[in-house]
């Protein structure tokens, strides 16, 4: 469980927005953005609760776009509004983008190059590690057994069976909502 959000107490200043979303677009330049966001906005600035992190998550995910930038938007739409949101997107994909195309132009140059691949191996690595950690850290937290059943349904069908995901969470979705509905039901009427 994460500590009350502070930054519902304070104002948090553009600069800071910008300079926040400026490290997790740094840092996440091989892949990983969730966890670094989580790592940011939850655990060290404490702007969102886990809760609030996993709904908003969702939202970015539903939303046309980009997940980070979504997220980059709420975070910043929440706190400072419209500029909030800009100066949230302009930190996450601002430098960073131009990173990425001088790291392009040099993987075009430098890229069969065996260091550069063991290199490129690690980042990724790095990010699976990353993206697996985020994934035990809230899993921690599900004390409801149905969400996790349908997780690990999803995972098996999608990551070993290899089912397209899309028809996949079109059946799973209504499935899981009709368990948690009659499992609320169920619960309101034993208690």
Not at 61 to 89: D, F
């Amino acid at each position: 469980m994460t500590p009350e959000p502070l930054a519902a107490k304070q104002q948090v200043s553009l600069t800071t927005l910008f300079v926040v979303f400026f490290r997790i677009g740094i840092s996440s330049l091989g892949g990983s953005g969730q966890a670094w966001l989580y790592r940011e906005i939850v655990q060290k600035e404490r702007w969102l609760d886990e809760q609030e992190f996993l709904s908003a998550m969702t939202l970015s995910q539903v939303l046309p776009g980009a997940n980070p930038v979504n997220m980059a938007l709420y975070v910043g739409q929440k706190y400072r509004g419209g500029l909030g949101g800009i100066a949230c997107v302009l930190g996450l994909i601002g430098i960073p983008f131009f990173i990425i195309l001088i790291l392009g132009g040099l993987y075009a140059r430098f890229g069969a190059s065996t260091i550069v691949r063991d290199v490129m191996a690690g980042m990724i690595a790095i990010g699976v590690s990353m993206v697996l950690q985020l994934g035990v850290q809230l899993a921690r937290n599900i004390r409801d057994f149905v969400p996790a059943i349908f997780a690990a349904l999803i995972f098996i069908a999608v990551g070993y069976l290899h089912w397209p995901m899309i028809p996949v969470v079109l059946v799973l979705t209504p499935l899981s909502i009709g368990f948690e509905y009659f499992a609320a039901r169920k619960k309101t009427s034993d208690g």
